[in-house]
Nanobody, 116 residues
Framework: QVQLVESGGGLVQPGGSLRLSCVAS????????MNWYRQAAGKERELVAS????????NYADSVKGRFTISRDNAKNTVYLQMNSLKPEDTAVYYC?????????WGKGTPVTVSS
């Protein structure tokens, strides 16, 4: 079965950095685009970043452009989200996502808290 397992979240001060990882299993990873979403308390889940199958195309939410970088290692079945210059408004649970045959698959999420 499809599994997406996130890690790397935690508490960081404003201006700091974190790198999130998502290890995928149960499907042919290199054939699918991957996404990172986030959901802050009391808010809807939002798309943060997307990456195409071989990483040639990436897209970002306006709120994270220039600060976050999505990447992938198809040999390791892993997608990453490098987050720099973190702001308190980046505080949220971050989720790894893939959509296959019109079905959405989600990880359980990893929490990120940006606070001094």
């Amino acid at each position: 079965q499809v599994q997406l397992v996130e890690s790397g979240g935690g508490l960081v001060q404003p201006g700091g950095s974190l790198r999130l990882s998502c290890v995928a299993s149960g499907f042919t990873f290199r054939r699918h685009a991957m996404n990172w979403y986030r959901q802050a308390a009391g808010k809807e889940r939002e798309l943060v970043a997307s990456i195409s199958t071989f990483g040639l195309n990436t897209n970002y939410a306006d709120s994270v452009k220039g600060r976050f970088t999505i990447s992938r290692d198809n040999a390791k079945n892993t997608v990453y989200l490098q987050m720099n210059s973190l702001k308190p408004e980046d505080t949220a649970v971050y989720y790894c996502h893939a959509r296959m045959e019109n079905i959405d698959y989600w990880g359980k999420g990893t929490p990120v808290t940006v606070s001094s």
